[in-house]
């Protein structure tokens, strides 16, 4: 009988022990990541002309490559830069550039030129932190030059490292929600 005893105190107390494992934390609550198929950057100058960066990706993640359109920027110009994100696998269209806004303090656009690009970009918005965000700013063209302008939205960027809120994404850290890469000719 005495073994019987020790035997269901064994198991109880195993019983037990296997209970207040924690299984039971509550789910971890999951920020799926955006599908942005389509980046189109508006460059106006100060006598309202327009010109166009878009880069669109059909199908999202999948096999196709995406297609860029670029407009030839103008030399000597100062152009005030506004950037859209959408969905256009949604119906309709969803706008990933308002939930950047709403999100901005967890969300920071690089732009990267290439070496022989005569551009330099400034940032003209900024979180609640004061810390840039990049869905507004200043792009002046130099000299007539070719290059690479490459776009970066990260999420989640470390905003106090070094560099980042003069647009070097090198210490930001984070995950990149999307990049984007145009061939820009100065004429």
Do not use: W
Not at 47 to 72: A, T
Not at 135 to 151: I, Q, V
Request: hydrophobic content about 35%; some cysteine; proline content about 4%.
């Amino acid at each position: 009988m005495k073994f019987y005893k020790t035997y269901s105190l064994a198991v109880l107390i195993t019983f037990i022990f296997l209970s207040c494992s924690n299984n039971d934390d509550l789910p971890e609550i999951i920020n799926e990541e955006e599908v942005i198929t389509t980046v189109k950057i508006t460059l106006t100058d100060t006598d309202g002309n327009q010109k166009i960066l878009k880069r669109v990706d059909s199908d999202g993640i999948g096999p196709n490559e995406p297609i860029s359109l670029v407009d030839q920027l103008d030399t000597n110009t100062q152009y005030q830069g506004r950037i859209e994100f959408l969905n256009e696998l949604a119906t309709p269209a969803e706008d990933i550039t308002a939930e950047v806004a709403e999100e901005d303090d967890e969300h920071q656009v690089f732009y990267v030129p290439s070496s022989n690009l005569d551009v330099t970009i400034s940032y003209n918005d900024q979180d609640a932190n004061g810390n840039p965000v990049g869905l507004e700013f200043t792009l002046t063209t130099g000299d007539a030059s070719d290059g690479s302008l490459t776009l970066l939205l990260i999420h989640l960027p470390i905003k106090e490292a070094s560099g980042v809120s003069d647009g070097n994404p090198t210490n930001a850290g984070g995950e990149t929600d999307v990049e984007a890469v145009f061939s820009v000719d100065i004429l």
